[in-house]
């Protein structure tokens, strides 16, 4: 997006858009950055609890991402010394990684307390990177005019935290040879290229980086089938397909030339359209492992992807979407640059469109993933295997929709805990084959891994 000194883009946006996020501005003008105590981040380990540290931890990016929003549709310095706080809230906190994931080593022991001296990347590490550059991106002028000390610190942080460690060390989402990928891999790498591009960067690191990058995102792609099905869910394309499209559109501006090429890729293209394809009606999706049944509305970076691979499909299905519920400020998403995106697509999304075609019914044999629809049911038949990412034990498991409601059902998933993704996963319920609509044998259930899949 451009910066807050190009006045005439910001004020170029939809009315709508401009008041929207001045209005969401001023709003968290009036509220208090929460304070992240040391006893927040260490009662993950004594509890297993999650959602206590990151409600606060996800509050701090929300309220600095709606500051810096209204100060670029307003740009009359109001909200700066509240963003000035934000910053260096963020700037301060020991780690960037979640409590859940502060781990050296996939799947290994969780540490207390981040260590200063070896920052990991995990997924929100590499957000609040991608986001702090971008504020600096967009409001460098401004900071620096108040203290230059505020983006110095930035760009310090960004080296230390994200650069530095990403160029030297190797976190498992990168990938190495056969080992499996999921959607860590497209999202921390959209991010790092976000962080890293978004800001001053010498030639040879910027080498370097995309470089790394590509590989990362080619053990992401190897996982993937020619369908381009993401065994995760439609929750989840929303973290892998559509970061595996911000992560190419950047490569795509920073080497021109380089990978313009991948966008008429069948395979891209099949990833693309993964969410028109499991949408049932209205919110509801069809659903399998962790992902929910109403996963949410779709916006610009579903648009945007579909016309970039040439899909008008994917392109009308995001815009009637979008226009169902007119969402316009994103008010729950942590990534500055996502919001900064969808305000400067919102007058294309609102474009009038022709009723798109239910789809065909379709075999996602890379999944094992079957759905049928009449002009009053829709139905999905899980096959596949119970070795997901994400997994739950439902192989056999049907979705029926009757009139665009559901009929039979996946429950989901409750709130993630430490147990969650513990080697006590299918102890909880929501993850067991009697929760799904399927028969237990003499009181056996379904078990998890690989091996146990439909024939």
């Not at 997901?388 to 034990?393: G, L, Q, T, V």
Request: proline fraction near 5%.
């Amino acid at each position: 997006g451009p910066p807050a000194t190009d006045i005439s883009a910001w004020l170029g946006l939809l009315e709508e858009v401009r008041t929207t996020l001045l209005a969401a501005g001023e709003d968290a003008l009036e509220t208090a950055f929460p304070n992240l105590a040391a006893a927040d981040y260490l009662d993950y380990g004594r509890t297993g609890n999650r959602v206590a540290f990151e409600a606060k931890y996800f509050a701090r990016r929300r309220l600095l991402n709606a500051l810096v929003l209204a100060e670029c549709v307003e740009y009359q310095g109001r909200f700066l010394d509240r963003i000035i706080d934000g910053v260096i809230a963020l700037c301060e906190e020991s780690g960037w990684q979640l409590p859940a994931h502060n781990s050296q080593v996939r799947n290994g022991p969780r540490q207390p307390l981040p260590d200063v001296d070896q920052p990991v990347i995990d997924l929100f590490a590499a957000e609040t990177g991608a986001q702090l550059a971008v504020v600096a991106a967009l409001l460098s002028h401004e900071l620096n005019a108040i203290a230059p000390q505020i983006v110095h610190r930035i760009d310090h942080e960004l080296a230390r935290r994200i650069i530095a460690p990403y160029l030297a060390r190797h976190f498992w989402w990168m990938g190495n040879g056969d080992e499996p990928m999921n959607n860590w891999t497209a999202w921390c790498t959209q991010n790092v290229l976000l962080a890293a591009f978004s800001r001053p960067i010498d030639p040879d690191t910027g080498a370097r980086i995309v470089r790394q990058a590509a590989v990362s995102l080619d053990a992401f792609l190897k996982d993937y089938g020619e369908d381009g099905a993401c065994e995760e869910g439609v929750l989840y394309y929303r973290h892998a397909g559509l970061c595996l499209f911000n992560a190419m559109a950047i490569l795509d501006t920073v080497a021109p030339g380089g990978f313009s090429v991948l966008w008429r890729e069948p395979k891209i293209r099949n990833i693309s359209e993964y969410a028109a394809k499991v949408h049932v009606a209205g919110d509801w999706y069809f659903n399998f492992a962790d992902c929910p049944a109403q996963a949410g509305p779709c916006g610009a970076r579903e648009f945007l992807f579909g016309r970039a691979v040439g899909s008008p499909q994917l392109a009308d299905f995001a815009a009637l979407d979008w226009q169902r519920q007119r969402q316009i400020a994103l008010p729950d998403e942590i990534n500055l640059f996502y919001r900064v995106q969808h305000a400067f697509t919102v007058e294309a999304l609102a474009t009038p469109r022709a009723a798109i075609p239910q789809p065909d019914d379709t075999f996602l044999s890379s999944v094992g993933l079957f759905m049928a629809r009449d002009d009053r049911f829709a139905l999905a038949v899980k096959a596949g295997d119970n070795g997901d990412s994400h997994n739950h034990n439902d192989v056999g498991s049907i979705i029926l929709y009757k009139d665009g409601q559901p009929l039979l059902i996946d429950v989901g998933v409750e709130s993630y805990t430490a147990k969650t993704f513990s080697p006590r996963r299918y102890e909880i319920w929501t993850m067991q084959s009697a929760w799904h609509n399927l028969p237990t044998f003499g009181g056996v259930m379904q078990h998890d891994g690989e091996m146990f899949a439909a024939r």
